[in-house]
């Protein structure tokens, strides 16, 4: 019997990593992904600032997971009968399983906004942050800096671009612009109010309800009818599914149960709870997630081994629960907990603290420490390194 995880990023290296722990050793575990290491994709705006952070945050597979790794791009998918197939370095092939799990999370959507693909540049990948960070420093005084979509990863990017300004003691304008009315339109009001006052203190120029309707080389065009003349334009606006979805992510209910042989976690999917309620696409969703589908891949197996045709078993239900929100704008930082909004340095620290202890969690023990040592400068030993995740996980849009 062979048991697949298409994906290795939050949702998949969590579930590759129990499934190591639990499944029958009969059973054939085989993690499939198109890169060779794990990102951990909620700090990778601090490499646009701080390069070196780059070999904090990235993690070779062979290095955390015991079993088959195959390098290869998932293409396509049949839930049902189980097979995927992946597009490798010598060809297209087919990859048959017995259960499995859709893990690839989801990637930049353009909503065919005319000429905005062409002309940004997303943050999505290491090679992302690299090529922002090489435009900005190609910038000069009173160039601009436009960052479109003010979800997560748009205030952190621009946070960055800011404290980098200033660290380079260019005079460069960042805009962020987003067409709802707030920032972090999808979060509570009282952390949305933090998050704008701080990227205000830090530079950043806010401009919410202002929708893209296009780009070209020079000027983005807005959906007001004026045009907003740049120099650099990342995009953060927005996520859709991997090609294998045919570029979706379908819904899927508490059991994550997308196929009779599959399951869908973490951001590949629209996951609705069991209290009904739809979860947003985060690494805390993702990695609690992959908690649940491992419960009910382990209890699929098992089902499936027997073979004695009884009724297929009760899955497990998973229920979002994140008692708190983070994010970090150039060297400051919001963090909500519960009613408490936090900023500065305490919620600088909480968000370096989940970062290690998402690190430790994975096996990534050095890697933890290092990215304690070189965001907050304060000497930690392996051994302190909490490997459980801390309760409030950053919720970056991926």
């Known amino acids: 019997m062979r048991v697949a995880v298409l994906g290795a990023g939050y949702a998949g290296l969590t579930l590759a990593r129990s499934l190591e722990r639990t499944l029958p050793e009969a059973v054939d575990l085989v993690v499939v992904d198109e890169q060779r290491d794990h990102l951990v994709q909620h700090e990778l705006h601090r490499v646009v600032r701080r390069p070196s952070l780059a070999d904090d945050i990235t993690v070779p597979l062979t290095d955390v997971l015991d079993c088959e790794v195959r390098r290869a791009e998932v293409t396509g998918l049949d839930a049902d009968n189980g097979r995927a197939t ?16 859709v893990c690839l999370g989801a ?7 005319d000429g905005v693909r062409e002309h940004a540049t997303p943050l999505k990948r290491l090679d992302h942050a690299e090529t922002i960070r090489t435009d900005f420093l190609e910038l000069g005084d009173g160039a601009r800096v436009v960052v479109g979509g003010a979800g997560l990863s748009g205030v952190q990017v621009a946070g960055e671009l800011a404290a980098l300004a200033d660290e380079e003691a260019v005079d460069v304008e960042v805009v962020l612009v987003e067409q709802e009315a707030h920032v972090a339109p999808t979060f509570p009001e009282s952390f949305q109010r933090a998050v704008h006052d701080s990227l205000v203190d830090a530079g950043v120029t806010v401009r919410t309800g202002t929708g893209v309707s296009g780009a070209d080389a020079d000027a983005i065009a807005l959906e007001s009818g004026a045009d907003l003349a740049y120099n650099q334009f990342v995009w953060t606006g927005g996520i859709q599914g991997p090609e294998a979805l045919h570029d979706e992510r379908p819904v899927v209910r508490a059991d994550l149960r997308l196929g009779e042989s599959t399951f869908a976690v973490g951001d590949a999917a629209r996951v609705v709870d069991s209290d009904g309620e739809a979860v947003p696409a985060s690494a805390s969703a ?3 997630e992959a908690r649940v589908a491992a419960d009910n891949v382990a209890a699929l197996v098992d089902h499936r081994r027997d073979g004695d045709g009884r009724f297929e078993p009760r899955l497990t239900q998973y229920s979002f629960d994140v008692p708190g929100w983070l994010v970090s704008v150039g060297n400051d930082a919001v963090a909500k907990v519960g009613p408490t909004v936090l900023t500065g340095r305490a919620a600088l620290a909480l968000k370096t603290t989940v970062g290690a202890g998402y690190l430790g969690s994975v096996g990534a023990i050095r890697n933890a420490t290092d990215l304690v040592r070189e965001e907050l400068n304060v000497a930690v030993d392996e051994a302190d390194v909490d490997v459980d995740v801390p309760d409030v996980v950053d919720v970056s849009e991926k």
């Open 107 to 113: 990637e930049t959507a353009y909503y065919d906004l």
């Open 86 to 101: 992946l597009r490798t370095a010598d060809g297209e092939e087919t990859l048959d399983y017995d259960v499995g799990a």
């Open 286 to 288: 993702a990695i609690r």
